[in-house]
């Protein structure tokens, strides 16, 4: 039995390959006591993590109790920042001025703040079907839009790595990666479907939509040319793109 | 200038962050580091949110349990500083306070959520899972995890907590990882057994 309990750690710990993963899957479902093991490594991990927690908070209390004079004094200093907040605030209408003036007076946005806008209007949720079904995607998509972006991740990941001739999952965990900064991670995803035969291929676009927002030397001209590239092939995002190599 | 490039993160919230990230010695250390430097939010709490000392400490104690595993599982990207980014999670902590308050629900179900490990799980096998997670008996899991024994009460603690095998090694003095993962699952073992024996 400890056998089942190493290859159940070996899953839990993404140490499985694409098709030893299905059959994991399959075999909770066909085999009750595997499921019962399955539930049991769960609730001990979780059990214990509880505990390991609670010792810490326990540590935490004796921390506390050590530097309470520590905590007085910050407290004390809150009347002082009274006044340094009303200065913050008057320093804050004075840059939101600014900025409004930025908008208003500037010739046309550059690059980035076209990507900014972009991610922050057309990426900030993406599209549930209304369905109950149960669908993995579906679920990492609706964490995505409750903000849970580490959440919608792991799902994205997982589906990608179990189904990888699926361009949907990478597409997704590119754009969380995105969302999140880690722009590397936001590449790696989108060139994996670059030569995906897809009716409408977005990779080149959020290739370039990724180079602009990380702008790294080199990264906007490159950025420009992935987008030229996504007007002349006809691919997913023209319209977008065109209208940004307009602006440029 | 592109405002955007500036670093967000002081040398000292950096140290903070590398040495809980480290996953071994070091954590602990950056663990109460992390504590000590914002516990001035508990008093903060209880001013503006008029809650009282004791939910002010589980308050904030909860929010730097919350931040030292995301530091440790890489989902802190430091896009923000890390008084901004803890203080928004103790803000999320105290709605939760609230809602917990107003609904009069158990804090049990909040604690013993697997749901973040079930999400690799496909879904017709998370169903059956779950299902089979809800019938767990808590407290007896919990009492058995003192008759388990020290060492491996210990080792499992640890395991749970986000370190690796090699890292327990390091921690426990264990010559290898790999005889920290035999014993690991021994422990988990004969924790079963235990448990399964009631």
Not at chain 1, 113 to 128: C, E, R, S
């Amino acid at each position: 039995m400890e056998e089942n309990l190493e290859y159940i750690d070996a899953y839990f710990q993404r140490m499985l390959k694409p098709e030893e993963i299905r059959r994991f899957e399959r075999r909770i479902a066909e085999d009750p006591a595997f499921a019962e093991e399955v539930a049991f490594y769960l609730s001990a991990k979780q059990s214990l993590k509880a505990e390991a927690n609670q010792e810490k908070k326990e540590r935490f209390r004796q921390l506390l109790a050590q530097q309470a004079p520590v905590i007085n004094m910050d407290q004390n200093r809150t009347g002082k920042k009274a006044w340094l907040y009303r200065v913050a605030a008057a320093a804050a209408v004075i840059v939101v001025g600014f900025f409004a003036w930025s908008i208003f007076f500037s010739k046309s946005a550059s690059p980035q703040q076209m990507a900014d806008t972009y991610i922050n209007k057309d990426l900030k949720t993406l599209g549930v079907k209304m369905s109950a079904e149960l669908d993995s995607i579906q679920n990492g998509l609706r964490l995505y839009n409750n903000g849970q972006y580490d959440s919608s991740l792991v799902i994205f990941e997982t589906i990608s790595q179990r189904e990888p001739g699926d361009y949907l999952p990478k597409y997704y965990a590119g754009i969380v990666y995105l969302q999140l900064g880690n722009y590397e991670k936001a590449l790696q995803y989108f060139r994996q479907f670059e030569n995906d035969t897809l009716y409408s291929n977005p990779s080149l676009f959020y290739q370039a939509l990724t180079l602009l927002k990380r702008n790294l030397p080199g990264d906007k001209q490159k950025a420009r040319e992935l987008l030229q590239r996504v007007v002349d092939n006809d691919l997913g995002k023209k319209e977008t793109a065109q209208e940004w190599l307009k602006q440029w | 200038m592109n405002l955007f490039n500036k670093p967000t993160l002081s040398t000292d919230e950096r140290e903070i962050i590398d040495s809980i990230a480290q996953n071994g010695v070091e954590r602990k250390k950056g663990e109460e580091r992390l504590f000590n430097r914002y516990a001035y939010f508990i008093k903060e709490a209880v001013y503006k949110y008029s809650v009282s000392e004791e939910d002010g400490f589980d308050l904030y104690s909860d929010t730097i349990l919350s931040a030292i595993e995301k530091i440790a599982n890489g989902s802190f990207q430091g896009r923000s500083s890390l008084k901004t980014w803890l203080y928004s999670i103790f803000h999320n902590k105290y709605v939760d306070l609230l809602r917990k308050k107003t609904t009069n629900k158990s804090s049990i179900h909040q604690t013993l959520s697997i749901s973040d490990m079930l999400l690799q799980v496909s879904d017709q096998s998370k169903t059956i899972v779950q299902r089979l997670v809800d019938k767990t008996d808590w407290e007896i899991l919990r009492d058995r995890l003192v008759q388990v024994g020290e060492n491996c009460r210990q080792m499992l603690m640890l395991w749970a907590d986000g370190y690796s095998d090699k890292d327990i090694a390091g921690l426990m003095e264990y010559k290898t990882s790999d005889v920290v993962k035999t014993s690991r699952l021994r422990c988990l073992e004969k924790l079963k057994l235990l448990y399964r024996k009631t």
